[in-house]
């Protein structure tokens, strides 16, 4: 079973900064892809970034550019770098974890979420 801690949200500015980091336990960290997705209220969980076992990442459109995820497989964390925060990056950001038994099955798991707000 695969354990999944988010912490780091909070309340920011636009303009803001705010870093996010997920601790995994529970399972072999470097096996799995891992990602950052985010649900505003209202409406549907989003892929925010994603960065699999070589290190390889991928960014929805818009946080490109002010986004950084990255991964320490010796620390089992993954964080989210988020500059140049909006008021529509408001949301609960889920970690995630996907093992992927082939290219078309996988597993997730999802941390507990944390809040983040960014004021206008």
């Known amino acids: 079973q695969v354990q999944l801690v988010e912490s780091g949200g909070g309340l920011v500015q636009t303009g803001g900064s705010l870093r996010l980091s997920c601790a995994a336990s529970?399972?072999?960290?470097?096996?799995?892809?891992m990602g950052w997705y985010r649900q505003a209220p209202g409406k549907q969980r989003d892929l925010v970034a994603v960065?699999?076992?070589?290190?390889?990442?991928n960014y929805a459109d818009s946080v490109k550019g002010r986004f950084t995820i990255s991964r320490d497989n010796a620390k089992n964390t993954v964080d989210l770098q988020m500059n140049r925060l909006k008021p529509e990056d408001t949301a609960v950001y889920y970690c995630?974890?996907?093992?992927?038994?082939?290219?078309?099955?996988?597993?997730?798991?999802w941390g507990q979420g944390t809040q983040v707000t960014v004021s206008s």
């Open positions: 995630n974890a996907a093992y992927f038994y082939s290219a078309n099955v996988r597993r997730d798991y």
């Open positions: 960065i699999n076992r070589e290190g390889s990442t």
């Open positions: 529970g399972t072999i960290f470097s096996t799995y892809a």
